[in-house]
């Protein structure tokens, strides 16, 4: 279906009107509410749009559709868009793309009931760091509790289920990069330089790199899934009970290129 039928099925209209847009998303607090897990206020979510739309003035002027569509995807997955690294909405290509934050996929998991634990952590330079794989796997970290820690050198995730496995991955700073070369969706259009998150917060987006990669070979719920499935998208759909990891036709195509 395209994203004309779509808006034309769920009676959105697409504004590039930051006053006609708070309006909108006021409006919806109803249907963000039918979306959300048991205990959260849609009131907290609209709050949490108005911050968002301040803060980052260029969002009121992409399709309005998708600003409402990544807020009910927040919704659905009960988090909170510019909070404490749960999600973040941000401009792109004229549309409002949501991106997972590493602290919002470590709350699903940790909501998970296959999941005992979750930890992620960043290791310096001169922190004491060990490894083995192998038949006896193991992992020390030790940070350096006085002085300089140095710079980031490599990322982990480690996740204990509750039947009493133990699941750990492990990424390089190198890794990293090379990873958000070859994966980083927002790039300086004459250039192709990447920008956006992978610049402005590293640290962070390689911690969920390897969030993901570790949660992919643990047990996952289905709201675990769906947030991994419908990070980096963009979403004209605001029905709150539509499918949160169909993406947009366009950006379905953008994907694919990069593929």
Same mark, same amino acid.
């Given at each position: 279906? &395209?994203?004309?039928?779509?808006?034309?099925?769920?009676?959105?209209?697409?504004?590039?009107?930051?006053?006609?847009?708070?309006?909108?998303?006021?409006?919806?607090?109803?249907?963000?509410?039918?979306?959300?897990?048991?205990?959260?206020?849609?009131?907290?979510?609209?709050?949490?749009?108005?911050?968002?739309? &301040? /803060?980052?003035?260029?969002?009121?002027?992409?399709?309005?559709?998708?600003?409402?569509?990544?807020?009910?995807?927040? @919704?659905?997955?009960?988090?909170?868009?510019?909070?404490?690294?749960?999600?973040?909405?941000?401009?792109?290509?004229?549309?409002?793309? =949501?991106?997972?934050?590493?602290?919002?996929?470590?709350?699903?998991?940790?909501?998970?009931?296959?999941?005992? &634990?979750?930890?992620?952590?960043?290791?310096?330079?001169?922190?004491?760091?060990?490894?083995?794989?192998?038949?006896?796997?193991?992992?020390?970290?030790?940070?350096?509790?006085?002085?300089?820690?140095?710079?980031?050198?490599?990322?982990?995730?480690?996740?204990?289920?509750?039947?009493?496995?133990?699941?750990?991955?492990?990424?390089?700073?190198?890794?990293?990069?090379?990873?958000?070369?070859?994966?980083?969706?927002?790039? $300086?259009?004459?250039?192709?330089?990447?920008?956006?998150?992978?610049?402005?917060?590293? $640290?962070?987006?390689? =911690?969920? /790199?390897?969030?993901?990669? /570790? =949660?992919?070979?643990?047990?996952?719920?289905?709201?675990?899934?769906?947030?991994?499935?419908?990070?980096? &998208?963009?979403?004209? $759909?605001?029905?709150?009970?539509?499918?949160?990891?169909?993406? @947009?036709?366009?950006?379905?195509?953008?994907?694919? @290129?990069?593929?």
């Amino acid at each position: 279906m &395209s994203d004309l039928r779509t808006r034309a099925r769920t009676g959105v209209v697409a504004t590039r009107n930051p006053a006609e847009l708070k309006q909108k998303i006021k409006a919806m607090e109803a249907q963000f509410q039918l979306a959300m897990p048991k205990g959260m206020e849609a009131a907290q979510i609209v709050r949490d749009a108005m911050t968002v739309l &301040s /803060t980052n003035p260029k969002l009121g002027t992409v399709d309005g559709a998708s600003v409402l569509g990544a807020l009910m995807t927040c @919704s659905q997955l009960g988090l909170r868009p510019g909070v404490l690294g749960q999600a973040y909405i941000i401009p792109f290509k004229g549309k409002a793309q =949501l991106v997972i934050g590493y602290q919002g996929l470590v709350m699903l998991a940790q909501r998970s009931a296959d999941i005992a &634990s979750i930890a992620a952590r960043t290791v310096h330079a001169n922190d004491h760091f060990d490894y083995e794989f192998g038949l006896n796997e193991r992992l020390v970290h030790k940070p350096l509790m006085a002085g300089d820690r140095g710079p980031a050198i490599a990322y982990y995730c480690v996740v204990k289920t509750r039947g009493g496995g133990t699941l750990w991955e492990i990424m390089s700073r190198t890794d990293a990069e090379q990873h958000r070369d070859k994966f980083a969706m927002q790039r $300086d259009f004459e250039t192709k330089a990447v920008k956006g998150p992978w610049v402005e917060h590293f $640290d962070a987006m390689a =911690l969920k /790199t390897v969030i993901i990669r /570790t =949660l992919k070979l643990a047990p996952r719920s289905t709201e675990l899934a769906n947030a991994i499935a419908a990070d980096d &998208s963009v979403r004209v $759909d605001i029905t709150p009970t539509a499918d949160i990891t169909t993406r @947009s036709e366009e950006h379905t195509s953008e994907l694919q @290129s990069r593929s």
